[in-house]
Each structure stands twice: as structure tokens, then as C-alpha cells.
């Protein structure tokens, strides 16, 4: 059986993800993620789903909004900082049990409006600055569209020069005819991250 890269990303993500747990969708596009990470952390915990793209976000809340554990935001990505809190209700500081990256474009929309290499990196830096220990990001990389393969090259380098703290693994066809989907992992195998300033 071949797995889709998409399809390792959910596996790997029900895995990780308890019930009360906290989580992020960095490209909510369809929802599919949204809904996977909002079903397994459940009511007690928190998703929070970005996307630039009003009609990415519509989609998504009609697959996974529904769920009140579930925040919608319309912002890059990269912004994900200014709208994650620094702590959560009971006053422990947020720590994130994963995050999902589906790059490339909005399935079904315009093909031109895409992720890019400098956003994704400065999402996933602050996404890495809040992960808990054997917490997991999943980056599905498309490097066979216009700009995929440049943006993929850029997450594949950044992720490898990630320390000790981090466990870096990478999924890829190796003979397909052409750029086919790869899956990017990172795990934190160190100790928790420090307490965000606030």
C-alpha cells in the first residue's frame, strides 16, 4: 500500500495528540487537518487554523466549525505569534502538542497564490519556539508547482540545521516521474521550551 504524504502526516498526528491538548493548523485550506487535530485533542483542548485565504478559511469551518475547541484566523502563517496566547486559562504557559503544514495552494483555487519559503520558515520557527517535548510538526511539501521546489528546498535545508533538540526525518518518493508530494517530520526529542515573554 502507497501512502500520500498526507496520509503518513495524519497518521503520524493521531499518534501524538491527546484529548486536552494544544494544536495548530498552519494552512487550514479544506479543513481536513483542522478537523483530524480538533477530533483528537476534543473539547478540553484548543486548535487554532490559519490561513490567508477567506474562501480557504470558509471550507474549513464547514468541515471542522462545528467544534468549539476550534479558533479560525485570517492572517499569514507568519503572524501566527500575534494571535497564540502566551498562557492558557489555568495559567500554564502554551505549549504546542503539534502543528500541520499543507503547503503549496488552496486545492481548487487560484494556482498563482501559494505559500512561500520566508513565510513558511518564520511560522515554523515559532512554532518550534512552542513545542512540547515529543511534540510533532508535519510539513507536506509539493515541489512540483510553480515555486514548490524552491520552496521545499528551503524547509528541507532549514529543518536539517536544526539542533540536537529537534529529530528531523523526511518521506519522498524516490522513482516517481515527476516531483511528487514529500512528507517533512520534526519532533522535539530536548527539553521544553523556555516560557514565552509576555
Known amino acids: 500500500m502507497m501512502f500520500r504524504a498526507t ?12 484529548p486536552g491538548d494544544w494544536a495548530l493548523d498552519a494552512t487550514a485550506g479544506n479543513g481536513h ?7 483528537r485533542v476534543g473539547p478540553s483542548g484548543r486548535v487554532f487554523s490559519f490561513d490567508i485565504q477567506e474562501a480557504a478559511l470558509a471550507q474549513a ?4 466549525g462545528h467544534l468549539p475547541q476550534v479558533s479560525f484566523i485570517q492572517a499569514g502563517h507568519e503572524r501566527l505569534a500575534d494571535f497564540l496566547p502566551d498562557t492558557r486559562p489555568d495559567g500554564r504557559p502554551v ?8 503547503l503549496g495552494y488552496l486545492p481548487g ?31 507536506v511539501l509539493y515541489p512540483g508547482h510553480a515555486g514548490g521546489a524552491e520552496e521545499a528546498a528551503a524547509v528541507r535545508a532549514h529543518a536539517k540545521r536544526l539542533g540536537g533538540d529537534f ?22 526529542t530536548g527539553p521544553a521550551p523556555a516560557p514565552m515573554a509576555g
Open 7 to 18: 496520509d503518513l502526516a495524519h497518521l503520524l498526528i493521531r499518534r501524538v495528540l491527546e
Open 95 to 102: 505549549e504546542l502538542a503539534a502543528a500541520m503544514f499543507n
Open 33 to 39: 487537518d483542522t478537523l483530524l487535530l480538533a477530533e
Open 61 to 64: 469551518a464547514q468541515r471542522a
Open 109 to 139: 483555487g487560484a494556482k498563482d497564490m501559494t505559500t512561500d519559503a520566508g513565510t513558511t520558515i518564520a511560522a515554523l520557527d515559532q512554532v518550534l519556539d512552542r513545542l512540547k517535548p515529543h511534540g510533532l510538526v508535519t510539513l
Open 167 to 188: 529529530s528531523v526525518s523526511c518521506h519522498a518518493r524516490l522513482n516517481a516521474a515527476r516531483p511528487a508530494p514529500e512528507l517533512v517530520t520534526i519532533e522535539r
